[in-house]
């Protein structure tokens, strides 16, 4: 593989990483031998597939750590990311890595080499009796690829040379990983400086067996919160939720292998806490609020009081919400407000009504096209929407999106040309409009779902009234053509032209759902994915809200509705906010649905409009936050 003059092995992990390749980059693969072309073909399916990286591993509501980034740091509050929400008392235990002497002259390459080979095949094994006793398959992946680091040519072929040079195995193996994980330690790309982590963890596992050394287990006392330098992957899959409460490492960050395992065992956990953590006496009692990103130290006796306070009304709470999801969403005062879910599948369809969905209000159609070399048939596509109206039956709603790619989300059978900055080129309907056989091949496939369900059709990233007018049209004559005339059309506002010009749109739409992710970045010019950045682009910055209320204006002058589809809607504490400024639809992942539904019972819809007004009066994205904290319910 090749990216401008860098090149790497595409058989090599650490090699591929060490390229640091971003979203959108163009790379060349070159192959060669009788299995080239099926290789070609794996490979690129890889990379298009984010060589198995999900693009929603991040914590799934990210407004917590954004407000924990204004919280000032003292010496009884340590201060970090949140990598796992959460809040829970306990004591410290401090959790150091086994420092492993080992002699840099061995005994001969060939005896040497015999050495190494039996610590990869035991450390192969030992991760295989790991995998066995889990039942999360996340974390088997995880797993999974640490025994694909054990064959890794790079860190192999390093290794060899230094047996070749009398090295013993430890020392060369050791100099290896330790080489490539600062290679990527060094990368300015946050999710490779974070797998870093993979290496030193597979690299201690073999290290230890070269060594003869018994690697310590994590035998931690119950009701532990867990410090630590770092926390290999292997190690946090195995921790006993009954036993480590929380954890706290000093490296990492929300997207790691071990933030990831954390959320997926309910474990409360932060990421680049302060060094003054490694310094805590052990068995000091803190509190751990994985949510906000803090530790607190020594608490007092009215702050223990609150923290378990807090614990159990929030169990408390949690428990009611789940017991009454199925009931219809409304304020306090009985105002309707739909709470829906995205989905991308008819399995997420079904999971979500059972959760309380009250539909679906966003149908990410890009399952349909990705991880594959031809667009979707008709056919193909119907049976697939088909199959979610189904599951939705002929009462509850279901919008579906258009395909929403380009730019940064390319597909490999649909060439777009190189672009320096994607997200402000071809994406959304600027990309059907320029391919209209797509855009009617699924536009027909949609309609057939019209009989099922309560059928909506939104288009992405429209910026204009030349746009939607063109989009309709195409529209207009497949419907004609099948004859399915009882369909809703909205547009997704996710640029600022969108929202200014929501009184324009509405006349020639039947509903706006608000994408607040991306009309942040929009609004604020700063990218969401951005290391140094994305804490900033915070969806309840005034301007961002100021543009939602914008929408609502323009709708409600036109009697159209308003929806949420962004991550915004998820946050229960801002439902009251959204509703306030007239939303009345919101999606929201499906694990949001009850507490969201709780939330607006408890507000009525007087009280969400003060909320807004409130709201909308303030200067800073943090001053919004806490007085959302503040009048929290």
């Keep these: 593989m090749l990216l401008d003059e860098q090149s790497a092995n595409a058989k090599s992990v650490v090699g591929v990483m060490g390229l640091s390749t971003r979203k959108g980059d163009k790379v060349r693969i070159e192959a060669a031998g009788e299995d080239a072309e099926q290789a070609l073909a794996e490979l690129?399916?890889?990379?298009?597939?984010?060589?198995?990286?999900?693009?929603?591993?991040?914590?799934?509501?990210?407004?917590?750590?954004a407000a924990a980034a204004q919280q000032q740091e003292s010496a009884e509050l340590l201060v970090g990311v949140?990598?796992?929400?959460?809040?829970?008392?306990?004591?410290?235990?401090?959790?150091?890595l086994q420092e492993f002497d080992v002699p840099e002259f061995g005994q001969g390459a060939s005896l040497e080499q015999q050495h190494f080979a039996r610590a990869t095949e035991e450390a192969a094994q030992q991760i295989d009796a790991v995998k066995s006793q889990l039942t999360d398959k996340a974390k088997q992946a995880i797993l999974s690829m640490h025994q694909e680091l054990l064959?890794?040519?790079?860190?192999?072929?390093?290794?060899y040379a230094g047996l070749a040079d009398g090295k013993s195995a430890a020392w060369s193996w050791r100099a290896a990983f330790s080489s490539y994980s600062a290679r990527l330690e060094a990368q300015d790309n946050a999710l490779l400086r974070e797998?870093?982590?993979?290496?030193?963890?597979?690299?201690?596992?073999?290290?230890?067996?070269?060594?003869?050394?018994?690697?310590?287990?994590?035998?931690?006392?119950?009701g532990s919160i867990l410090i630590a330098e770092d926390l290999t992957p292997s190690d946090t899959a195995a921790l006993d939720p009954k036993k480590v409460l929380g954890f706290c490492t000093?490296?990492?960050?929300?997207?790691?292998?071990v933030a990831i395992l954390a959320r997926s065992l309910g474990i409360p956990a932060i990421c680049g806490i302060s060094q003054a953590a490694l310094a805590l006496p052990d068995s000091e009692q803190v509190i751990i609020d994985g949510g906000r990103g803090t530790l607190r130290i020594a608490p007092n006796a009215e702050q223990l009081a609150t923290a378990e306070a807090e614990i159990a009304q929030i169990a408390e709470r949690r428990a009611a919400e789940a017991a009454m999801s199925q009931r219809e969403a409304r304020t306090s005062d009985g105002v309707r407000i739909e709470v829906v879910a995205n989905i991308r599948n008819a399995a997420d369809a079904r999971e979500a009504v059972a959760m309380g969905a009250e539909g679906v209000g966003l149908l990410r159609s890009e399952f349909l096209f990705d991880n594959r070399d031809t667009p979707p048939s008709e056919q193909e596509q119907a049976e697939e929407y088909c199959a979610v109206a189904r599951a939705l039956g002929t009462e509850r709603p279901l919008v579906v999106r258009t395909l929403d790619v380009g730019g940064d989300k390319p597909l490999s059978y649909l060439p777009l040309p190189k672009e320096d900055n994607p997200f402000l080129g071809l994406r959304g309907i600027r990309v059907s409009l320029e391919r209209p056989d797509l855009l009617r091949t699924q536009l027909r496939a949609i309609l057939q779902a019209a009989p099922l369900t309560r059928l909506h059709i939104m288009f992405p990233m429209v910026a204009s009234l030349d746009e939607l007018r063109a989009a309709k049209a195409v529209l207009a004559e497949e419907q004609a053509a099948s004859g399915r005339q009882d369909v809703k059309v909205g547009i997704m506002v996710e640029v600022p032209s969108a929202a200014v010009m929501a009184a324009r749109f509405a006349p020639e739409v039947d509903f706006f759902s608000i994408g607040t992710n991306d009309l942040t970045q929009y609004v604020l010019?700063?990218?969401?994915?951005?290391?140094?950045?994305?804490k900033q682009a915070d969806a309840l910055h005034p301007a961002v809200l100021a543009m939602i209320a914008m929408t609502c204006d323009g709708a409600r002058a036109h009697g159209k509705w308003v929806g949420i589809c962004g991550g915004l809607a998820s946050d229960e504490r801002a439902a009251p906010l959204l509703v306030g400024m007239g939303v009345?639809?919101?999606?929201?992942?499906?694990?949001?649905?009850?507490?969201?539904?709780?939330?607006?019972?408890?507000?009525?819809a007087a009280e969400c409009r003060t909320l807004a007004q409130q709201a909308l009066a303030l200067s800073t994205a943090s001053e919004v936050r806490e007085h959302l904290n503040a009048q929290a319910r």
């Design 195 to 222: 797998r870093a982590s993979d290496i030193r963890d597979v690299g201690r596992r073999v290290l230890a067996l070269l060594a003869g050394i018994k690697q310590a287990s994590l035998d931690v006392p119950a």
């Design 82 to 96: 949140g990598a796992s929400p959460g809040l829970a008392i306990g004591r410290v235990y401090h959790h150091r």
């Design 44 to 65: 690129t399916q890889l990379l298009l597939d984010r060589c198995g990286e999900a693009e929603d591993e991040a914590p799934a509501a990210p407004a917590p750590i």
């Design 151 to 159: 064959q890794d040519p790079d860190l192999l072929a390093q290794t």
């Design 584 to 604: 009345t639809e919101l999606s929201v992942s499906t694990p949001a649905l009850a507490a969201v539904k709780a939330t607006l019972s408890r507000w009525s």
């Design 525 to 534: 010019a700063m990218d969401r994915g951005h290391p140094q950045l994305a």
């Design 250 to 257: 000093r490296t990492g960050g929300a997207t790691s292998h």
